[in-house]
T-cell receptor, first 117, second 114 residues
C-alpha cells in the first residue's frame, strides 16, 4: 500500500518552456503533499507543502510564481515550472502523507529528472 | 527546533558483513523518526519508522533501528549486507512542533563491496 506515482520520470525541454509534473497517491487519499528538489549528491530541499483545496505554503526563497502548485483533489497534486531555465534543471520529488499527524510517514514518488537546454 | 545529523557521509562494507548507519537527532518534543533508502534516480522508500512504541523497530529488507532517548540516536543496522543494499540512506525526524514538516539528514551513501 501507500503508492505514490509521479510523472513524467524525465523531461528534456528548451529554455522558456513550462513543464508540469504530476503526483498521484494511488491507493490512499493524501491530505498533504510535499514537493522537494534534490541537487546532485545532496539531501532533499523542501520547496512547498500543499493541502487539498487550499493554497500551497512555500519555503523561504522559493518563487511562488515560478513554481506553481495545485492540489485540486485528495489524490493529485501538480507542480508547474513556468518559463523554465537551465538553472531549474534538477531532480524533483513529490511525497504524500495520509493526514497531518507528524508521526505519519511520507510516501515518495520516483522523482522527475528535469533538464532544461 | 528539530534537527538530525547523519554522522557518516559514506560507509563501505563487504558483502555479508554487518551494516551500521548512524543518526543522531535533536527535538524538543517526542519525535517520530524514519529511515528511508534512495536508489539512483529514484524516489525515497520507507525502510522503517519509530513513533513512540517499541524502541527496537524492524523494517523491510532485514533492516532495524533502535531508538535510544538517552543518546538521542536512531542508528540503522543490518546483520548482513547484500549487494542490493548499496544506496543512499536518509534519517528523518518529525515532531509535533514542526507540524507538517520533517527534517532530513544529509544522507549516508552505503557502498557494498563484493
Amino acid at each position: 500500500g501507500a503508492v505514490v506515482s509521479q510523472h513524467p520520470s524525465r523531461v528534456i525541454c528548451k529554455s522558456g518552456t513550462s513543464v508540469k509534473i504530476e503526483c498521484r497517491s494511488l491507493d490512499f487519499q493524501a491530505t498533504t503533499m510535499f514537493w522537494y528538489r534534490q541537487f546532485p549528491k545532496q539531501s532533499l530541499m523542501l520547496m512547498a507543502t500543499s493541502n487539498e483545496g487550499s493554497k500551497a505554503t512555500y519555503e523561504q526563497g522559493v518563487e511562488k510564481d515560478k513554481f506553481l502548485i495545485n492540489h485540486a483533489s485528495l489524490t493529485l497534486s501538480t507542480l508547474t515550472v513556468t518559463s523554465a531555465h537551465p538553472e531549474d534543471s534538477s531532480f524533483y520529488i513529490c511525497s504524500a502523507r495520509l493526514d497531518g499527524n507528524y508521526n505519519q510517514p511520507q510516501h515518495f514518488g520516483d522523482g522527475t529528472r528535469l533538464s532544461i537546454l | 527546533a528539530q534537527s538530525v545529523t547523519q554522522l557518516d557521509s559514506h560507509v563501505s562494507v563487504s558483502e555479508g558483513t554487518p551494516v551500521l548507519l548512524r543518526c543522531n537527532y535533536s527535538s524538543s518534543y517526542s519525535p517520530s523518526l524514519f529511515w528511508y533508502v534512495q536508489h539512483p534516480n529514484k524516489g525515497l522508500q520507507l525502510l522503517l519508522k519509530y513513533t513512540s512504541a517499541a524502541t527496537l523497530v524492524k523494517g523491510i529488507n532485514g533492516f532495524e533501528a533502535e531508538f535510544k532517548k538517552s543518546e538521542t540516536s536512531f542508528h540503522l543496522t543490518k546483520p548482513s549486507a547484500h549487494m542490493s543494499d548499496a544506496a543512499e540512506y536518509f534519517c528523518v525526524v518529525s515532531d509535533r512542533r514542526g507540524y507538517q514538516k520533517v527534517t532530513f539528514g544529509t544522507g549516508t551513501k552505503l557502498q557494498v563491496i563484493p
